[in-house]
């Protein structure tokens, strides 16, 4: 398996940059996304040949960062379940409904995929020092996965974070820093001090990596369902880096000739303490605003500003999705619903995909026949504060 990646582009202008080097934002302070030669990467990346590769991640590595298989640092990220929930089914009437659940992953979230293939591509393009503001779970990914290389990883989490976040770094023998203030003041803390101190900031969207990782749940989700797309995804976003990616993948896909031009209509989930995609998409605008005193007990939602705004809003209009927001209350309500129903134990993030299903389903917006995959994109036992309220 070979890495069929060219070259990378700005998202806003299209200029192009060497994907050999390490990149941060491009030069109009935008995300970067990565480019492969489809074509050459389609002559190995064959559905006959998925059926003999490991149920991980990697399996896709012609469409990915991939650093050869001597040199990969994993922890077998990735093939996660797809799951049918035939009791949520029946108590609320829909005909097809399956939950991805993620929480399986290695540090117990989806950011696992995402850090995974931006620490293999920064060390393979020499970078041995790592910086990183997060609401949780990606601070913890990056923990480990330092860990497993033998780097540093420096941590920037919002004081506030439930303690099994800031444990599970500081186990790791991660630096972890508590900031009095959300995670945009971290990543201005991590901005400022990146240069001088020779991190390599891993920030989400801010370097072309983390997107790839995680756009590989868009590809297994085809490879489940036979290459036949659902009607409906929804996803609880917070920087949006699955959203944007599992849209690229379809992309992808359809250029390998693997799929036609049908697209899931995308559902963009956030907490009413904390709805910028969704206020924005109400809007009719291209980019959201920065959301004052965000406030969730779901902390991969706790993202006041994503860099990301406009591809997110783009991929959920273009599908003809929608965007729309859940209470607290709602989300820890249908989180313990889902745990009732389904045996998993989800993430806050995973009850308010539950909480807005059931709510499209009210507003007619989401069919009772329509097939509908959820993401649960963590586990619950992080958020034992959040399981305790109400
Ligand atoms: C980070 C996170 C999210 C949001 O993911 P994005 O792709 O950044 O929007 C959702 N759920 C959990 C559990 C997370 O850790």
Redesign the pocket.
């Known amino acids: 398996m070979k890495s069929s990646l060219t070259h990378l582009t700005c998202s806003a202008t299209g200029e192009t940059y060497d994907a050999n080097q390490l990149h941060n934002l491009s030069k109009a302070g935008k995300p970067l996304l990565a480019c492969y030669d489809l074509q050459k990467a389609s002559e190995t990346l064959t559905l006959e040949s998925l059926k003999l590769r490991v149920w991980n991640m990697w399996r896709y590595a012609e469409v990915l960062p991939w650093p050869g298989a001597e040199k990969l640092v994993t922890l077998n990220e990735g093939g996660t379940p797809l799951l049918r929930a035939s009791r949520i089914e029946q108590k609320f009437g829909f005909k097809n409904l399956l939950i991805k659940d993620e929480s399986v992953n290695p540090t117990g979230?989806?950011?696992a995929r995402g850090l995974a293939a931006a620490i293999n591509a920064a060390l393979q393009r020499g970078s041995l020092s790592f910086a990183i503001p997060t609401?949780?779970?990606?601070g913890g990914a990056l923990a480990s996965y330092a860990a497993l290389a033998g780097v540093p990883a420096h941590i920037f989490m919002p004081a506030d974070t439930p303690l099994a976040f800031k444990t599970e770094c500081e186990a790791s023998g991660a630096h972890l820093n508590l900031v009095d203030g959300l995670i945009s003041d971290c990543g201005k803390i991590v901005a400022e001090r990146e240069e001088k101190e020779g991190w390599f900031n891993v920030s989400?969207l801010k370097e072309p990596y983390r997107i790839e990782g995680?756009k590989t749940m868009g590809y297994e989700i085809a490879e489940q369902l036979n290459f036949n797309l659902p009607d409906v995804i929804v996803y609880?976003?917070?920087?949006?880096?699955?959203?944007i990616g599992m849209w690229k993948a379809f992309d992808e896909m359809e250029s390998m000739g693997w799929i036609g031009v049908k697209r899931p209509r995308m559902v963009s989930v956030q907490t009413e303490g904390c709805a910028p995609i969704v206020k924005a998409f109400q809007e009719d605008k291209t980019h959201a605003d920065f959301w004052d005193n965000a406030h969730t007990c779901?902390s991969?939602?706790r993202v006041p500003a994503a860099i990301g705004d406009f591809l997110i809003l783009e991929a959920v209009r273009k599908s003809n999705g929608t965007a729309v927001a859940v209470s607290d209350k709602e989300m820890m309500r249908y989180s313990r619903e889902m745990a009732a129903l389904t045996g998993i134990f989800p993430?806050p993030?995973g009850g308010a995909c539950l909480a807005a299903t059931l709510k499209l389903l009210k507003s007619g917006e989401i069919d009772k026949n329509d097939q509908i995959v959820l993401f649960n994109?963590?586990s619950g036992y992080k958020y034992l504060e959040a399981y305790q309220t109400d």
């Open positions: 979230s989806f950011k609401a949780g779970n990606a989400t995680k609880p976003t917070g920087g949006g880096t699955g959203l779901a991969g939602l993430a993030e994109t963590g």
